[in-house]
């Protein structure tokens, strides 16, 4: 834990022990940072606890607590949400707390993954007896009933009572309309019949209702297909124990599979779309020379694989707030400890935000704290930000992905690039006295490039609307300039192998120059009215990316300067930067304009 | 190969510039515009004429500018260095002769 992020090394020998470890493919990852935010929640144990309970028993710990906290979780925040009735739901949620407890099993019990697994989830459906009857209860709301072709006797009972009571409801409509102030159009909920006093239809509810339980209580729920765990997923139907036809044993039989994550019993053997909405079909996936998909035997040396695919929507951090971020996102990197860490900072600030709504502004934020307590440049140059708006079997909405790129993590670790770069500058006028405003960090991460803001900051400028950031504009033009340089080069020259170092002192260097050749201009040209005209017209040809009609202007206004030597530095500028430089060429002539209005 | 090609022009400024040095400054300044003309229109033709005629006109101090240029083979897209290179020599060396 003391050692810094870069210190640490992952080999795949390390993924078999048990202490938690990312394993580079970041679904993967995301689950397992899921299944620790799972844990975190339900049981309170911190990464560092969770990691000694995995040491001290791991099969405690996957098929023991982890099926009860996901039972909990999925209970809890998906089924507990259809039930209408205030009353029933507030009796449920204290029945659901105790879901979470480890029932008591004999001595000796407690290491055999198998016994833990019956005992908890023999222990989830006996703490889901209410939660499931109210669920079936809702089935008398529903105008029509599915009818499968086979029923159970319990189940046909049941359907041919839904059926009366529905009748009686029919019947007598409008006088239950009338007890329950109701209009013509508006829905008629169980629940509220059986506050009606006097009501038949109230009376068989009750009992219903009551039957229900003492069945679950009496019989065998296992071996009778009516009765079923009330588990279900949006993102994952293809756990086979979610599928609504599947009855306790075969739930139980699934589940268990499931966390075993063997691939010669579970029914998914490969990882892709079906799994996970952000992979490839078996089709689309085109490294057919190589495997058809990822196949699950390939994760073979990551234990427990399908629970952290199972907890994948976890590790998300939900975002309820009413504001126009994205419902779902995700910081990562390669690091468990790390992304844990910016995750949670993450979801306590989104509680506290109301005002500001760039994630990417939030996230950096909360990152560049971090890597400063970390000192980790590695973390920063892998990190990526995933969000989504919706994301199941039918629609995918506002899926969206944001990576760092290396060389642009280099950039931002240098403390006084970024901190010349962290400034909104405005590049837009919208009404009188209204900008629109551009972070030029964040335009710098998305791998946008710089010098389209920085000439529009100027244009306001020199219409002498906003004032002129003068320091974060030369940075960015310096930066952009480099960018463009190492973006020309071959991707896997030496720079690349050498973690760019290099670019940091050469943006260094180039600011410096640029800000020596606006300087000289500066002193050179003293006739402010002169300049504006000049400018404006510099401006254009900068904005027309005309090159050649820049330096004719420019040349024939400095062919009547004699500023003793000075013109002689802006004559080297313009030879090497802009004559020359057919890449990058605007970067190094906005300085020069910027000499003329500052 | 960059480098080499900085160079080139670098070099041609260079011989640019002594090759105008004894000039006078109205003399260049009448060059200097008509010149850039040229090259705002991508002239070619009319770019080498006007040097050209300046060059004989000062034919001792400007063979080392002609055997450079002769030297250099330029494609059309570099036409734009090569005479922003030969006026900005031209530029420089009219400020270190110093005003008339």
């Given amino acids: 834990m003391n050692t810094t992020l870069s210190e640490q090394i992952v080999n795949d020998k390390n993924m078999d022990n048990t202490k938690l470890e990312f394993t580079g493919n970041w679904f993967i990852d995301a689950g397992m940072l899921g299944f620790v935010n799972l844990m975190e929640e339900v049981y309170g144990w911190d990464l560092a606890e969770l990691n000694?309970?995995?040491?001290d028993n791991k099969d405690l710990v996957y098929y023991g607590y982890f099926p009860l906290a996901y039972a909990y979780q999925n209970f809890s925040n998906i089924q507990l949400s259809k039930i209408r009735d205030p009353e029933a739901k507030k009796d449920i949620k204290n029945e659901l707390k105790d879901i979470k407890d480890m029932p008591e099993m004999g001595e000796g019990r407690w290491t055999n993954a198998e016994d833990i697994f019956k005992n908890a989830f023999e222990h989830i459906v006996k703490k889901s007896y209410k939660l499931t009857v109210e669920l079936k209860l809702m089935i008398i709301d529903k105008k029509e009933d599915k009818k499968k072709k086979k029923v159970s006797d319990i189940e046909e009972e049941f359907n041919k009572k839904v059926i009366e009571i529905q009748n009686i409801i029919k019947n007598n409509e409008n006088e239950i309309r009338e007890a329950l102030n109701k209009k013509k159009k508006q829905k008629i909920l169980y629940y509220e019949i059986e506050k009606i006093k006097n009501n038949g239809a109230a009376e068989k509810i009750k009992s219903l209702r009551e039957e229900l339980l003492k069945k679950f209580e009496e019989t065998n729920p296992k071996n009778e297909n009516f009765f079923r765990l009330p588990l279900s997923n949006k993102f994952f139907t293809n756990f086979l124990f979610f599928q609504p036809g599947w009855d306790l044993s075969k739930q139980e039989k699934a589940f268990y599979s499931v966390?075993?994550?063997?691939?010669?019993?579970?029914?998914l053997k490969n990882i892709g779309k079906t799994l996970n909405k952000f992979l490839l079909t078996q089709k689309d996936f085109n490294n057919?020379?190589?495997?058809?998909?990822?196949?699950?035997?390939?994760?073979?040396?990551?234990?427990?694989?399908?629970?952290?695919?199972l907890c994948f929507d976890e590790g998300f951090v939900k975002n309820n707030q009413n504001n126009p971020l994205p419902r779902s996102f995700l910081f990562y990197s390669p690091n468990l400890n790390f992304s844990h860490k910016i995750n949670k900072k993450l979801k306590i600030f989104f509680n506290q935000q109301d005002k500001k709504y760039d994630l990417l502004k939030i996230t950096l934020n909360q990152v560049i704290d971090s890597l400063y307590e970390h000192q980790s440049k590695w973390s920063l140059e892998s990190m990526y930000i995933i969000q989504y708006d919706t994301l199941d079997n039918q629609k995918q909405e506002g899926v969206e992905f944001i990576g760092i790129p290396k060389i642009q993590a280099v950039i931002i670790m240098d403390d006084t690039i970024r901190e010349n770069l962290n400034k909104s500058i405005p590049y837009r006028k919208k009404a009188k006295g209204k900008f629109e405003y551009s972070w030029i960090l964040q335009e710098l991460m998305k791998g946008k490039p710089l010098s389209p803001i920085i000439l529009n900051h100027l244009t306001l400028k020199i219409n002498e609307e906003y004032y002129l950031s003068l320091k974060s504009s030369i940075y960015a033009l310096a930066v952009d300039k480099c960018l463009r340089k190492v973006q020309k080069s071959i991707i896997f020259n030496q720079d690349f192998f050498k973690n760019h170092d290099f670019i940091v002192d050469e943006i260094k260097r180039t600011a410096s120059i640029m800000s020596l050749n606006k300087n000289c201009i500066f002193n050179l040209f003293p006739n402010k009215d002169?300049?504006?005209?000049?400018?404006?017209?510099l401006l254009a040809t900068i904005k027309c990316k005309d090159k050649n009609s820049f330096l004719n202007v420019l040349s024939k206004e400095l062919i009547n300067k004699n500023g003793k030597g000075k013109e002689k530095l802006i004559e080297l500028y313009i030879q090497k930067n802009i004559v020359q430089n057919d890449i990058s060429w605007e970067c190094y002539a906005l300085p020069l304009i910027m000499g003329l209005v500052v | 190969m960059d480098e080499h090609q900085d160079d080139k022009w670098y070099?041609?400024?260079?011989?640019?510039?002594?090759?105008?040095?004894?000039?006078?400054?109205?003399y260049k300044q009448k060059i200097l515009f008509n010149l850039l003309n040229a090259t705002k229109t991508g002239d070619q033709n009319r770019f080498f004429n006007i040097l050209c005629r300046a060059m004989?006109?000062?034919?001792?101090?400007s063979r080392e500018l002609a055997t450079k240029i002769s030297d250099i083979s330029f494609k059309n897209k570099d036409f734009e260095k090569l005479s922003y290179s030969i006026i900005f020599g031209i530029i420089v060396s009219k400020n270190k002769h110093g005003g008339n």
Avoid at chain 1, 530 to 537: G, I, T, V
């Fill in chain 1, 288 to 309: 057919e020379f190589y495997t058809s998909a990822l196949p699950v035997s390939m994760f073979q040396n990551i234990k427990f694989i399908f629970v952290y695919l």
């Fill in chain 2, 11 to 26: 070099w041609l400024k260079e011989k640019a510039k002594n090759a105008f040095m004894n000039s006078s400054d109205n």
């Fill in chain 2, 56 to 61: 004989v006109a000062n034919l001792e101090d």
């Fill in chain 1, 259 to 267: 966390i075993k994550s063997d691939d010669s019993v579970n029914e």
């Fill in chain 1, 52 to 55: 000694q309970r995995i040491s």
């Fill in chain 1, 530 to 537: 002169e300049n504006k005209r000049l400018s404006y017209e």
